[in-house]
């Protein structure tokens, strides 16, 4: 694994740009949000020689619209072209990730319930009710899975343990009565 030259420090506002290739669109009013809720963690990061911001372009948006005076910043020491394949990577390797909708639902359940909202999440109350929707009918389509999977395996067990049972009969009317009361209990038989 190759670490790039990079270092950090804090930088005013102005030191740094929004980088004008950047195809990504941020939702600035939900990344603002969670600042002001939860204050400003992490750093962006930039590319030194340009003042590029490479990840985090919509980060400095929030911040910029709130009147921040600074931001953190990793610099890395890259040209032009690894800048770009950066500044890719990052929305991009973002969009590959999925979420496991079941452990999000009671994670968001629980933020819920022990602070009262959702705010500082991303999440607002329609998002969240229908991640707990799609949650809901996931567990139920893997339940019906699993009920399935169980009758198939214990039909095969019961396959499996068929036994075959003679029983001697008086008359044929006797072994009739018989095979009718066995079918009516359930039993599958038959008269050879």
């Not at 394949?85 to 979420?99: E, M």
């Not at 496991?100 to 022990?114: K, S, V, Y």
């Not at 003679?166 to 209990?185: A, F, Q």
Request: glycine residues 8%.
């Amino acid at each position: 694994m190759r670490i790039l030259n990079q270092s950090f420090e804090t930088v005013p506002v102005s030191a740094l740009r929004k980088h004008p290739d950047n195809p990504r669109k941020g939702d600035a009013a939900a990344i603002a949000e969670s600042i002001a809720v939860n204050g400003f963690y992490g750093a962006v990061v930039a590319q030194r020689s340009t003042g590029y911001v490479l990840a985090g372009n919509h980060r400095l948006d929030a911040v910029q619209a709130a009147g921040g005076a600074e931001i953190p910043v990793f610099w890395l020491d890259v040209n032009d072209r690894d800048a770009l394949r950066i500044l890719l990577a990052d929305n991009r390797t973002s969009d590959l990730g999925v979420y496991d909708e079941r452990g999000l639902a009671e994670l968001l359940n629980r933020i819920q319930c022990d602070t009262g909202s959702l705010d500082g999440t991303g999440y607002d109350q329609a998002a969240f009710d229908a991640i707990v929707t799609s949650a809901g009918n996931a567990v139920l389509a893997a339940a019906a899975a699993e009920s399935e999977a169980s009758d198939h395996a214990a039909s095969a067990r019961a396959e499996r343990l068929r036994f075959k049972v003679v029983v001697g009969c008086k008359s044929e009317e006797n072994r009739k009565e018989l095979i009718d009361k066995l079918k009516t209990d359930g039993y599958s038989c038959r008269a050879e």
